[in-house]
């Protein structure tokens, strides 16, 4: 992703306007690779969060609260003896380096005061959070690098800290365009990946929007550049330059059609046209706060649910392929009617049939005309035995009919059960909701209910949503939770919204006695599609009818209820206006 020095230069410069001066207050590690540290400011508590992992490594400002292990690892624990209390009194970048330097002035355990810094490195899957001695010695990292895994920069309690190697690259907001333009002649790839190689602290989007601006949209070689397109190349980074200095520049979030974040920078996304849709922020924390959360959330439900979701496909792929077994069975079915024709037809012509004939053509006075059919007889069988023979066959496709049909009802009730965890299982973001998933499962005979008992963590309340005319709306996370909520909590003249159709939340628009608005329709009818499997759809159905017509037949499985009474409304879900109208507070 995008989080490149040059942003990473502007997180720095925002750091330190909001944390130069502040003491820690709370160190918290929610996850193996993360941190974030509660800074007392003059101005009230702020947390800074620090990511290490591959994809996620970053450093900014969070108004999250992280879910935390109930014991603290040992790196978590270190830095709360080392820099608990301490004051940030520097944050230092190398240039467009890729990492940034938090100093702080500490005490040790004679009460000295001591200098210790921590340093943040993005880079990748090399990213890392190292505590560093006065002496510039690590004291310890949040991941640790052996030998056997880097020869050139191993990072264990003791070594010489040292940054990593360094190419020589251009300041891309400092540099002599002649070199620039001496640098690019040589270069015989395309513009944007020869800027990626030229400076130091650029991102690819970044070099494809240079790219694109100069060369109008075209895809160019280096060699085939114009004087207009070097002139519009300069232009652009110059540009740049002077709205970082100004403030200008604005913090771009890129997402696909289907609302899904794609990229993000610093500046203004153009290269993508109509393809993308973009939102804009106002601080370099903002939009990484709100890209990476969404982003993390996802990742790490997916790890601690990693087991469920497996058994889930397992689970709707065996029960599919039994229900398409007997939809087979089913259609063989149809045919049960030749066998009691066949069996009228020999005891017609009884007369004409003998023991020990292997089969027999008579008229079949069934159709018009009667046609000659010709039927097979066992020939160890008696003429009356041969005829009670494709009856019993009869009887017993009826009955496997009427059996298949019932049990390819009920396979395909499962299937749409199983889709409903799925569906909360993908929108699951803590583990209390993994907890009351997996009681389910077990309820329900899906887990066996053995193993070691792990203290059930306190349950969450359904998700309340405002809408801007000021009703409130509860959405369940959950079967479980669907279920209180529509058939216990839920005042039977409340709106009950669900997608039609398809799994999703049961969504309540809670009225107090009033009447409902068309705003406060439409804004339970979208919470009812986000939190659903159509969140990144368009033009979703929403059925909504009043609590009391919502009920729950006997045996039915979690979630699952029938209705009356319902309208109709079409929206399309927007996770922004969403979390916009999520209350803080949960």
């Known amino acids: 992703m995008a989080l490149d020095g040059i942003y990473l230069s502007l997180i720095k410069r925002e750091l330190s306007e909001a944390l130069l001066g502040a003491r820690v207050d709370r160190i918290h590690q929610p996850a193996r690779e993360s941190l974030v540290i509660t800074f007392r400011t003059q101005s009230g508590t702020k947390k800074l969060l620090m990511n290490s992992s591959a994809g996620s490594a970053r450093v900014h400002l969070t108004l999250r609260e992280p879910e935390n292990p109930q014991v603290p690892p040992m790196f978590c624990m270190l830095l709360r003896k080392h820099i608990g209390s301490g004051k940030l009194v520097n944050i230092r970048q190398d240039g467009f380096e890729r990492i940034l330097f938090l100093d702080f002035e500490a005490s040790d355990e004679l009460g000295d005061r001591v200098s210790l810094t921590l340093a943040v490195e993005i880079m990748g899957r090399c990213s890392n959070i190292v505590l560093i001695s006065p002496e510039g010695r690590v004291i310890d990292s949040i991941k640790r690098v052996g030998e056997d895994m880097s020869r050139v920069r191993p990072v264990l309690p003791g070594t010489a800290y040292s940054l990593p190697p360094r190419e020589k690259r251009l300041d891309p907001l400092d540099f002599d365009p002649e070199e620039l333009l001496s640098r690019l002649s040589g270069d015989k790839q395309e513009l944007s990946k020869a800027l990626v190689k030229a400076f130091e602290g650029i991102s690819p989007i970044f070099a494809r929007e240079a790219a694109f ?87 790490q439900t997916k790890q601690r649910a990693d087991d469920l979701f497996r058994v889930l496909t397992s689970l709707n792929e065996r029960v599919r392929r039994r229900v398409a077994s007997q939809k087979i069975e089913l259609e063989e079915c149809k045919n049960r009617d030749e066998y009691r024709i066949k069996g009228d037809l020999i005891t017609a012509n009884l007369y004409a049939v003998e023991r020990g004939m292997t089969k027999i053509t008579v008229p079949n006075f069934y159709e018009e005309g009667s046609p000659e059919v010709e039927i097979a007889l066992d020939p160890r069988l008696t003429p009356s035995m041969n005829a009670q023979k494709y009856y019993s066959e009869y009887r017993k496709a009826d009955t496997a009919e009427k059996m298949l049909r019932g049990l390819i009802e009920k396979g395909e009730s499962e299937i749409k059960y199983l889709e409903s965890v799925f569906d909360s299982l993908s929108r699951a973001t803590a583990e209390a909701e993994l907890y009351e998933i997996r009681e389910e499962l077990k309820a329900e005979g899906y887990l066996r209910s053995g193993g070691k008992k792990v203290k059930a963590p306190k349950a969450l309340p359904p998700i309340r949503y405002r809408s801007t005319d000021g009703f409130l709306i509860l959405s369940g996370r959950n079967n479980r939770q669907n279920d209180r909520l529509t058939l216990r909590s839920a005042d039977r003249n409340d709106l009950w919204f669900h997608v039609k159709d398809i799994t999703g939340s049961h969504v309540v628009l809670v009225l107090e006695g009033r009447e ?46 029938i209705y009356t009474d319902q309208k109709t409304v079409y929206v399309t879900p927007d996770g922004d206006e969403a979390e916009s109208m999520k209350e803080k507070k949960q």
């Open 213 to 299: 601006f100069a060369c109008r949209g075209e895809e160019k070689l280096c060699s085939e550049l114009s004087g207009d397109n070097t002139d519009r190349l300069l232009y652009f980074l110059k540009d740049v330059k002077e709205k970082i200095a100004r403030r200008e520049n604005v913090y771009c979030l890129v997402k696909d059609k289907n609302g899904l974040m794609k990229d993000f920078s610093f500046i203004k996304i153009n290269q993508y046209g109509g393809l993308t849709l973009t939102k804009e922020y106002d601080t370099p924390s903002a939009l990484l706060d709100g890209f990476y959360t969404e982003r993390d959330a996802l990742m």
């Open 516 to 561: 409902p608005t068309e705003e406060g329709i439409f804004a339970a009818a979208k919470i009812a599609a986000y939190n659903s499997s159509a969140k990144n759809s368009s033009n979703v159905p929403v059925d909504y009818t009043r609590v009391r017509f919502v009920k729950k037949p006997a045996g039915a499985k979690p979630g699952m209820v």
